[in-house]
């Protein structure tokens, strides 16, 4: 049973950059959470994905924006990086968006920093 | 205020001790509630979801108290292997959910 995966693991961007992470979900999601973590702090949500579509919004900026496919995979793009955005980004899948009780399942992670 | 706020720690507990955790919410009309463990630059791992009956898995005990809107963990016994930070977790939403966790508290068991 294939658990949730993301790409890249590490990455480098410069300042001013663009970045896109991915995400597949666990076999059987079709939910796609992404979060930001950065160094001695909890997970902030930053968006959900639900039907290809943004179902819930944490308080972060447009430059954050997100994808959901098809196939329920996810991308979180982020547009004109700032060293503030150096963090590690988690993307968790559940099933259906709708029952809170559901439990969340996280990927591995995506080691961001920006220079 | 944050919307989920923990006991900052960290905690420094021999083996064998029991160590308690304590969790506040500020969304009252928040429906679901977890802890997570996290291992030191590895992903959250769920632990226990946490119901107002209260529940029980092995050493680890989690409650719920609604009215005061607060969540806490306890672990008995603890083991070296226990060391980890161990996360606060509250779901809230309609159509859609928004997870929303602590900043977490590291615990350090030494033998």
């Known amino acids: 049973d294939a658990g949730v995966t993301q790409s890249p693991t590490h990455l480098i961007k410069t300042r001013g950059q663009q970045v896109t992470l991915r995400c597949s979900p666990k076999?059987?999601?079709?939910?796609v959470s992404w979060y930001q973590q950065a160094l001695g702090q909890g997970p902030q949500f930053i968006f959900q994905?639900?039907?290809?579509?943004?179902?819930q919004r944490g308080n972060f900026p447009d430059r954050f924006s997100g994808h959901q496919f098809p196939n329920y995979s996810s991308e979180l793009n982020v547009n004109a990086l700032l060293l503030g955005d150096s963090a590690l980004y988690l993307c968790?899948?559940?099933?259906?968006?709708?029952?809170?009780?559901?439990?969340?399942?996280f990927g591995e992670g995506s080691w961001l920093t920006v220079v | 205020r944050k919307e989920v706020e923990q006991d900052p720690g960290p905690f420094n507990v021999p083996e064998g001790a029991t160590v308690a955790f304590n969790c506040t919410y500020s969304n009252s009309a928040s429906q679901s509630f977890f802890w997570y463990r996290q291992d030191c630059r590895k992903e959250p791992k769920l632990l226990m979801s946490v119901y107002s009956s209260g529940n029980e898995d092995g050493r680890f005990t989690a409650q719920l108290n609604r009215a005061s809107q607060y969540i806490s963990l306890l672990i008995r016994d603890s083991k070296l292997s226990d060391s980890a930070t161990y996360l606060c977790?509250?779901?809230?939403?309609?159509?859609?959910?928004?997870?929303?966790f602590g900043a977490g508290t590291r615990l350090f068991v030494k033998a």
């Open positions: 977790v509250v779901n809230s939403g309609v159509g859609g959910f928004k997870t929303i």
């Open positions: 968790a899948s559940s099933l259906g968006p709708g029952t809170a009780g559901n439990t969340i399942y």
């Open positions: 994905y639900y039907e290809e579509e943004e179902r």
């Open positions: 076999s059987g999601h079709d939910t």
